[in-house]
């Protein structure tokens, strides 16, 4: 497979943008090769500058659930590009997304439109703190939600249970304020909660984790984490970014019948355009300015360009919720057709899925949370990654993302997927002896 175009634009890149691209993970770094540039995309399928076409794994990580291009959501965007492309002022459409997206989500009485999954993580734990009153929040140890400083925040070493910064420019005062637990660990939310009594003013969580590969939720955690909440006057957040409209019409909190205070939804709500959302309660979004005293603002927030694109893309997965149905079966069409392989060769490495979004993890170990899923072998994962993308398959380049598939995904196209998916697991097999 030629990348001789890529590997031009990539060099080039670098000198301009740091590290040649504009979010890191795209930059290949961890599975040892360069990254393709892509030039269009349609479907199932994406082109690269050299010509090659791939099937497409990561659906710009996650909101092409109908796949890339389609008909109708571009309809609807050009559709509104006719008609100017931001007026800073309010319009018809944000009053009928947001409308729609009450209706699909009932926990969420009010919301808020943002850019970005990072602003709507941010702007949510602002509010529950203006609510609460409190500073303190706790977050689980390997979930991501956006870059904002709160979250850039690891776990500390030994007995401490507040943070360190994950990266440098956070401040230390900053990380003393988000408190790390373990995903489906309550022992490790009540010890925090005992320590700091009276401090938390918000559980924020990924319902099914996606950040570090997909990691579903115990039965029982998100349950316990509810009650929790509402015993201890703790606002409950529920970062469903990547969950929402994906693992149901309804998001995680569907799936698992728990109502969070407060939502957060970015990815999929954009159909493809830059936009997320923060939502909830309405005697907690009461507070936000205008109405209330909580400050947040956006100058592109309600973008028409954006908004068309995302009600174009809900209302379609609004109107045929039997999309999540065909969904899980071509999902799990993948899930069976891996583990066959697996069989076939003596494996007996790990898949999680939840839906439409997968994670196969080089580990023998059951994947339930950070420590379990940094177990796996990130090595031979860069093998399987590269042998894949030969083949044609373009997936996360990380063994801590999940996957997505599409309604465009046929069985046809899944089928030659579980071929690559052998032939990668042969070379990593050949690497290992
Ligand atoms: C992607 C993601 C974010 C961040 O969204 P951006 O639009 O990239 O800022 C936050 N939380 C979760 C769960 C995500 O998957």
Redesign the pocket.
Known sequence: MKSTKSNKLFLKAKKFIPGGVN?PVRAFKSVGTTPRFIEHAKGAYLWDVDGNKYIDYIGS??PMILGHSHPSILKAINKKAKHGTSFGAPTELEVKIAELITKMVPSIEMLRMVN??????MSAIRLARAYTGKDKIIKFDG?????ADSFLIKAGSGAATFGTPDSPGVTKSTAADTLNATFNNIDSVNKIINDHKFEIAAIIV?PVV??MGCIPPKPGFLEALRAICTKQKIILIF?????GFRVSAEGAQELYGIKPDLT?L??IIGGGL?V?AYGGRREIMKLVAPNGPMYQAGTLSGNPLAMAAGFEMLSILNKNKSIYKHLEQSSKQIEEGFKDNFKKLNLNFVINRVGSMFTLFFTNNEVTDADSARMSDTNLFGIYFRAMLENGIYLPPSQYEAAFVSTEHTEILIDKTIRANFKSLKAVLHATK
Not at 143 to 147: K, N
């Open positions: 979010s990580w996650g970005s999954g990072t602003e709507a993580t979930c991501y939600h956006g870059h990924e996606g950040n970062d469903e970014v990547m969950t957060t970015g990815k830059p997320g």
